[in-house]
Structure formats: structure tokens, C-alpha cells
């Protein structure tokens, strides 16, 4: 058998790998806050899952082939490689997405609850006091108030 | 969801000029229905990510839910919503 027969017979095991890592890579989009998040988040798990349907059969195809023990050996480790980026890929996403529905919280055009809580300096503030009042260094109070609930990059 | 002290620290370090407000009793984040339970670091209750633009009314006028944690709301989103009130 010619070696570029064998390079053929690699070839989907190569190509999910690349796969996987480039759904591994995607996740640049969230780290460095680039536009187009939502839309990275499906490509990368679309990624995630063609490396998973190319490295399996890529692998086994590899194996069967006259390759040499050696370049089995390497495309054995590539592949297990591959398959931790996917499993990676496959948990981050899956993980990412568990998150409780928000049915019940406020929507457009509905009142929001007032609340009171204490500021970095222990201060009580409420919502109505933030919508009321000026805030640092502005002369009139402001049209609006944003609320993030925000929780860390966890 | 940190104490005070932490948020202060956290602040100041930043230069925030944002009222930065602490909910260590989660009450606000009950009420607003946005309890991610169990999803803290150590496995205590957090809220869910969620953005609220309420006007002078305390009407809400814009939101956003985000369906996946590692995707947030970017300064730019925040800041259009805001320009597309009225006045």
C-alpha cells in the first residue's frame, strides 16, 4: 500500500481533530467578549459534533489500514486527544445551558419589583432611590436605571 | 451574591461609579425569580445571569435573558437599549 493511500485512510481522523480543536478555540468569543457570542456558542457545538462523527469512524478506518504500527500509535494518541476536546466542548456547552427558565421574572411592560440592598460601603439603596435620585455627578435623575444580576464570569 | 466588603474591594480596584449592590440573602434575586440554584462555586445558590432596563415609571422596557452562562450581555447591547428609549 502507498503512503498516500494510508495519508487518505487518516484523513477523517485529521479532520475531526481539527474539528475539535477549532470548537475548543471558539471559545475565544466569550473570553475576549467578541461580538457574535450566541451564534459561536452553535458553531462551536456544531463543530463539537462533526469532529465526534469524523474521529470514531476516522480512527477505526486508520486501524484497519496497512499503516504502520507507528503511525497507528500516533493516530491513536491524536484521536484521544480529539475525543477530550470534544468531551470538553460537549460538557461546557451542556453545562453552559442548564440554566433555570426566567418565565416568572419581569418582562417588557410589567412593574418591577422595588427592592432594597446594601452598597459596597454597607449604605441601604433602593431601585426607587437609584430612579429618584441623581446619580454621581449627574445634576437631574436619570431616564432610566440598568439592573445586571450579575454573578462572575461563573 | 459576595458580602460588601468583597464588592467594595472589587470596586475600588475597578473604578466603578456604578451603585454596586450586594444580595448575600438572595431576597432581591427571589423576588426578580432569578434563583440559579445550587450554581455557585461551592455549590450555593446564585442568580441566574439577567439584565433589566427600568424606566422612571419602574417599568421594565428591556431585558435579557441570556440562554447559555458564557454568553453575556456586551457594554454595546446594554448601551442600545438604553439610546432606544424614548427621550
Known amino acids: 500500500m502507498t503512503s498516500s493511500a494510508t495519508t487518505q485512510r487518516a484523513t477523517p481522523l485529521w479532520w475531526g481533530v481539527g474539528l475539535a480543536v477549532l470548537a475548543l478555540g471558539f471559545n475565544v468569543f ?125 | 451574591m459576595d458580602p460588601p466588603d468583597v464588592s467594595r474591594d472589587l470596586a475600588h480596584k475597578a473604578g466603578y461609579t456604578i451603585a454596586l449592590l450586594a444580595d448575600p440573602e438572595l431576597e432581591t434575586i427571589r423576588r426578580y425569580h432569578l434563583l440559579h440554584a445550587a450554581a455557585g462555586p461551592d455549590g450555593h445558590d446564585i442568580a441566574r445571569p439577567a439584565e433589566f432596563l427600568v424606566d422612571r415609571d419602574r417599568v421594565v422596557r428591556w431585558t435579557n435573558f441570556t440562554e447559555d452562562i458564557r454568553v453575556r450581555a456586551r457594554a454595546d447591547e446594554l448601551l442600545r437599549a438604553a439610546a432606544n428609549l424614548p427621550r
Open chain 1, 30 to 154: 466569550f473570553f475576549q467578549a467578541w461580538p457574535g457570542q450566541r451564534l459561536a456558542a452553535w458553531i462551536s457545538a456544531a463543530c463539537t459534533l462533526l469532529a465526534l462523527v469524523l474521529v470514531g469512524p476516522g480512527a477505526v478506518r486508520l486501524f484497519r489500514s496497512p499503516a504502520t504500527t507507528a503511525r497507528k500509535l500516533v493516530g491513536a494518541l491524536v484521536a484521544l486527544i480529539a475525543l477530550g476536546a470534544i468531551g470538553i466542548s460537549s460538557m461546557a456547552f451542556i453545562v453552559a445551558r442548564k440554566l433555570p427558565a426566567s418565565d416568572a421574572a419581569p418582562q417588557i411592560g410589567q412593574q418591577a419589583p422595588d427592592f432594597t440592598l446594601r452598597d459596597t460601603n454597607g449604605t441601604p439603596v433602593s431601585l426607587t432611590q437609584l430612579l429618584t435620585q441623581p446619580a454621581l455627578g449627574a445634576a437631574t435623575p436619570p431616564k432610566a436605571v440598568l439592573l445586571v444580576f450579575y454573578r462572575g464570569w461563573w
